[in-house]
């Protein structure tokens, strides 16, 4: 079971970026699927997650309006649409697959993590 997040790199403040998670050993469909990011010196925190049945999706606050989370079951791929990004957003973010179709933003309810890809926002 892997995950392999993509699409991170370097953007201006008002930029976006496409971030995308790929499956392979595992059919995401069948999972809720969440992206987290961690800052430099802070913890990591969930930022938004669909879920596999009926897609609903959640954000957190901090990202609502701006971002947007998609899945392509053909593609066994999640993404996330970044726009008018922040340099608050300069993180490493992280896809994750939760089996409970939770949506909970309790890390030890996902069990496959993928590497993480780095998003930097500055100008």
């Known amino acids: 079971v892997q995950l392999v997040e993509s699409g991170g790199g370097l953007v201006q403040p008002g930029g976006s970026l496409r971030l995308s998670c790929a499956a392979s050993g595992l059919t995401l469909d069948y999972y809720a699927i969440g992206w987290f990011r961690r800052a430099p010196g802070k913890e990591r925190e969930g930022v938004s997650c669909?879920?596999?049945?009926?897609?609903?999706?959640y954000y957190v606050e901090s990202v609502k309006g701006r971002f947007t989370i998609s899945r392509d079951n053909a593609e066994n791929t999640v993404y996330l649409h970044m726009n008018s990004l922040k340099p608050e957003d300069t993180a490493v973010y992280y896809c994750?697959?939760?089996?409970?179709?939770?949506?909970?933003?309790?890390?030890?309810?996902?069990?496959?993590w993928g590497q993480g890809t780095q998003v930097t926002v500055s100008s």
């Open positions: 669909i879920k596999s049945n009926d897609g609903r999706t």
């Open positions: 994750a697959a939760d089996p409970y179709n939770s949506c909970s933003w309790v890390e030890d309810l996902y069990d496959s």
